[in-house]
């Protein structure tokens, strides 16, 4: 039994058996029927039959299935960087987080198209409690994040976490994607966490920070989606913080964002990799000075990268300029797309609680002011 049993994917030679396990669950049914709608369910099942790994269901399955969420419901991804990647060569990719599932989908198709290595991905353990999701989040090379535990529990689930991805970058020659923090950036201000650093150097062990942190490979990712499908959906949680209230989520929450991210209208997506963090990590970890100082810069740096590669859209500068009642980035969108902006905007919320509307507007709004003030910062 391997300590990493309670939080890793499946091995390859668990695969096959895992499918045939679930083959005919409904959900199954649903994502082969929405993938392959015209192949038949005998069809479909004697494709399991040749899947004995990973990435066999990743590249016959998930790859199909995620060209056709972007054929139904987006206006196409673009994509920037890759080509300054390697092939054969694990990285640790840090990303903002806007969705679920397909912040990491999109990246390993990518990934995938320019014969680079794919990543196993860090999921909270919220979206994984039913055993169907469990397994195929296990057969996306998905490893479990556990929340709400402890402090000495947490501590030792983040060292767990920790050296795992350790493993996978420097002993599978495995890439790994984690996001900048904990739980999607649902106010459009994408922040790294300090803690999430602290994290990863718990397995650093006797090798120095700066050393270790080298040999990670760390990667900073932006992804950005010109409309976010479930920006509704993330109204009730942003109006709670407003009234300074905890937030209680409600039964299935987590499922119905999950189907919404993948389904709902994001017209155009965009995910941009950086270069590999190498003399900025020698620079930042290489002063002198408390740790938690350097680690604070380190994100500082992870945000200026992920923010100035972070495409905006019109969605963005429509938000903003009806936000101030101004037309001051109208030169960045047209009439009609500010039109399908105020429309989607009073379909989706309480118009007469303005609080809502500021959130509304706020998430898309943020971005375009980050990365102002960030390049103000660099300057």
Known sequence: MSKFDPIRPFYDNEVNQALNEYAQHPMMKAIMNFTFPDRSEAEWEEKFLD???????????????????????????????????????????????????????????????????????????????????????????????????????????????????????????????????????????????????????????????????????IVPVSISYENDPTDVL????????????IYVKQKNEDFKTLVSGIIGRKKRIHISVGKVLDEEIGAILGTEGPLNKQLQLLAEELDRVIVHNYQL???????????????KYVAHYTVEEKEAFKERMFKGIDMDNEVAIHNFLAMYANPVMHKQNITQTAS
Do not use: C
Not at 117 to 134: E, Q, R, Y
Not at 162 to 180: G, P
Not at 313 to 327: E, S
């Open 51 to 217: 899947i004995h790994s990973i990435r066999d269901f990743q590249t016959k399955i998930i790859y199909d299935a995620v060209l056709k969420v972007l054929e139904l419901s987006s206006d196409g991804l673009s994509t920037s960087g890759f080509e300054n990647l390697k092939p054969n060569t694990s990285y640790l990719f840090i990303s903002n987080h806007r969705d679920i599932i397909l912040d990491t989908s999109l990246l390993n198709a990518t990934l995938y198209e320019h014969d680079l290595v794919m990543t196993t991905s860090a999921i909270g353990d919220n979206l994984v409690k039913k055993p169907f999701l469990k397994a195929l989040s296990r057969l996306t090379r998905n490893f479990v994040v556990f929340r709400g535990l402890s402090p000495k529990a947490m501590f030792e689930n983040s060292k767990l976490n920790s050296e795992y991805i350790k493993e996978a970058l420097l002993t599978e020659n495995r890439s790994v994607w984690i996001a900048q923090r904990e739980g999607r950036t649902k106010d459009g201000m994408d922040l790294t966490q300090k803690g999430m650093l602290k994290m990863l150097a718990l397995a650093s062990e006797k090798t120095p920070l700066k050393e270790y942190f080298k040999q990670l490979k």
């Open 234 to 245: 993330k109204m009730p949680e942003l109006l709670a913080k407003a009234r300074e209230e």
């Open 313 to 327: 859209w019109p969605t963005n500068y429509i938000a903003l300029d009806l936000m101030h009642n101004t037309n």
